[in-house]
């Protein structure tokens, strides 16, 4: 197949289409008795009767460029502005085509007027198609999950719901218009198959099975509505070679009249959608429940506990974090023993017994080395079983779970971690990183146009914690996705601990008033896991991190289609301390299980609507092989292109393009 597709760095295939194409033209020229470029000039009309027929719905997307690019320059804001205004002036001023649709709207308001006899005959087909259309968007796409998807969508959800719903029903009533004679009725029909097509491929409509097993692919539908569109199109150039293009008749005029109104109540509704969703998204989070467990703001400079094991994971229990979890979260943090007992692995070397055999996995026989020696991701750990080890009853309270595998870095032994700029230069002095595991991660919703699902096996998230030459803390970086938030020390919520015999407990703050706050307190997203400063909100998460993509710019659209990251906001979830802090580091080496060389779980899988789930990539890896998020966290976490500082006392917590290129201190 490459062989046909390229040959001696030539794409052929484009090649040939193309010469079949000058040959079509040549050949239909001769039979027409006219130039080559009036056969020409008179096939593109048709296709350009089309294109104006689906031009009205680009008044949706022009809405959508709307918001995505509030990220980009400026320049690039202002020709979308441009391009919208002369969008409407085409259709309020335009002459030709656009003239007609002014026409078509006179003509449908006066159908419409109550002093007139209703036009039924010319109606009927237009109405059925619009209601058609609509109950099957709506009632495929939707299905039974509709009243759960309503209960947390809310306002922004419905309506941008409605909006989609108007533009598919603007779509078919625009190319039933656009069916004025037989063939154009061929390619409209062609057309709206190749779309229903699309949509089960997606998954918003069933049966992707039963159009492969017809043989419809999607490639082989494509070609075959190209086929049947240049026939039809080369039809019309035939058949009215010497004739005036043929008039619509009273119902294709009402149909497009109707479509047009519908894609134009669609954009407004869709920016009304999107409006609420920006300002939801922005004001919709707040303080992590101060009144239900009592936390008071942290400790400017909370003393260092006294713990066996050094002065490291002294550090490490005293700033400790508190996760709060929503109260539907089926995974919480577990140990790596935990999720390696009952696991396989493969492709790392493994540990042996003294008579050559692999000993069985745990924590002390997890591989460190690959099969060449190298430290590389070159292993897999799969759980099948992980999937069902959810949280058997609900917590209450304040819980210890899990183990957070800490990390502590400091400038004068490790100087690669804190390389880059940072608001407070040299003084920052100690990173403190909890690693924090879990066993399988499951984020799961119903958007506008069906179930999404995201579940993988495995998962690493990190909560780090800066700290002055003093060990006085400076700030909390969190992560999420592949991005993450920091956040000055003074405005985290955090929560009092002590320790006894090696171990911590955390408790609220109202039941020790004299102790030190030193705990930040953390919002975990049900099911993603993803880390924030804030509860109570819904937000959209920042997946295009992980492809380094400019998501935030369709966070609107994300949060109004029910794409959301939910943090607890009923005080019914609760808050999750660990049962143990354990080193992961001796200098600058890692050691186990952070040696570990590979990926924790089977790859993604991603399943939408009514597709089969699809497996994306690989599980997660050790967190030393997630490159800046080991090697240079101080860099990403200040520099980082999906990382965001929260501002305080007019300092800034991101730099500048120049700072974070000259990598200078403060």
């Not at 390389?419 to 230069?425: D, F, L, R």
């Amino acid at each position: 197949m490459r062989v046909l597709l390229f040959m001696w760095g030539l794409p052929i295939l484009p090649l040939l289409g193309g010469l079949i194409a000058i040959a079509g033209v040549w050949g239909l020229s001769r039979a027409m008795g006219m130039s080559a470029w009036t056969t020409a000039e008179r096939l593109l009309a048709p296709p350009g009767a089309l294109g104006r027929a689906l031009l009205p719905l680009l008044l949706a997307i022009t809405v959508i460029c709307a918001f995505a690019f509030q990220l980009l320059a400026w320049p690039i804001q202002l020709v979308a502005g441009a391009l919208l205004a002369g969008l409407c002036w085409l259709f309020i001023r335009g002459g030709g085509e656009f003239e007609h649709e002014r026409v078509n709207s006179l003509d449908l308001k006066n159908a419409l007027d109550p002093r007139t006899p209703f036009p039924w005959q010319a109606l009927a087909a237009p109405a059925c198609i619009a209601i058609a259309s609509g109950i099957l968007f709506l009632s495929v796409s939707f299905g039974n999950p509709f009243g759960t998807w309503t209960s947390s969508a809310g306002p922004s959800g419905l309506v941008e719901s409605l909006a989609l719903t108007l533009v598919f029903v603007a779509g078919s009533l625009r190319v039933f218009g656009y069916a004025t004679s037989w063939w154009r009725a061929i390619a409209a029909t062609a057309l709206g198959a190749f779309v229903i097509r699309g949509l089960s491929w997606a998954g918003v409509f069933p049966g992707e099975h039963t159009w492969g097993r017809a043989g419809a692919t999607t490639g082989r539908a494509a070609l075959l509505v190209v086929l049947v569109l240049v026939a039809c199109f080369a039809i019309e150039t035939w058949k009215l070679r010497n004739r005036a293009p043929i008039v619509p008749g009273q119902a294709q005029k009402l149909g497009r009249a109707s479509g047009f109104w519908a894609a134009v109540v669609s954009a407004g509704l869709l920016a009304l959608a999107l409006i609420a969703a920006a300002v939801e998204t922005t004001a919709g989070a707040g303080a992590l429940g101060r009144d239900d467990y009592g936390a008071l703001e942290p400790t400017a400079a909370p003393k260092i506990v006294t713990a066996r094991g050094g002065q490291d994971r002294a550090l490490a229990l005293t700033f400790a974090p508190v996760l709060h979890f929503h109260h539907d979260e089926e995974y919480p943090p577990i140990s790596v023993d935990t999720f390696l007992s009952g696991s396989t692995e493969a492709g790392a070397r493994p540990v042996t017994s003294p008579t050559g055999d692999p000993l069985p996995l745990s924590l002390r026989t997890l591989p460190t080395v690959c099969p060449d020696g190298e430290h590389d991701a070159c292993g897999k750990i799969s759980c099948p079983a992980c999937v069902d080890r959810r949280k058997e009853n609900q917590p209450e309270g304040f819980t210890p779970q899990g183990v957070f595998y800490t990390r502590v870095a400091r400038r004068e032994g490790q100087p690669g971690v804190f390389k880059g700029w940072n608001p407070w230069g040299e003084k920052l002095r100690t990173l403190i990183q909890y690693w924090i595991f879990y066993g399988y991660d499951r984020w799961e919703t119903e958007t506008v146009v069906g179930r999404l699902v995201q579940e993988h096996q495995g998962d690493w998230e990190a909560v780090s914690v800066g700290l002055d030459d003093r060990d006085a803390p400076l700030f909390v970086a969190l992560s999420a996705h592949c991005g993450g938030q920091v956040v000055p020390w003074s405005k985290i919520t955090a929560a009092p601990g002590e320790v006894v015999d090696g171990k911590l407990t955390v408790t609220p703050a109202r039941t020790a008033p004299d102790a030190d706050v030193a705990h930040p307190v953390v919002a975990v997203a049900r099911g993603s896991h993803a880390n924030y400063a804030v509860s109570g909100g819904h937000r959209p998460p920042d997946w295009g991190s992980c492809k380094h993509l400019p998501s935030r710019a369709l966070s609107a659209l994300s949060y109004a289609s029910n794409v959301r990251d939910v943090t607890d906001d009923s005080g019914s979830g609760w808050f999750a301390y660990p049962l143990d802090v354990r080193l992961v580091n001796r200098g600058s080496k890692p050691i186990r299980p952070m040696s570990y060389p590979g990926a924790w779980g089977d790859g993604e899988t991603i399943t939408f609507g009514h597709r089969a789930p699809t497996r994306t990539g690989r599980g997660p890896l050790s967190p030393p092989l997630q490159g800046a998020s080991w090697r240079t966290p101080v860099q990403l976490y200040f520099c980082g292109s999906h990382w965001y500082g929260e501002d305080a006392g007019g300092m800034r917590l991101h730099g500048t393009t120049e700072e974070c290129k000259q990598g200078s201190g403060a």
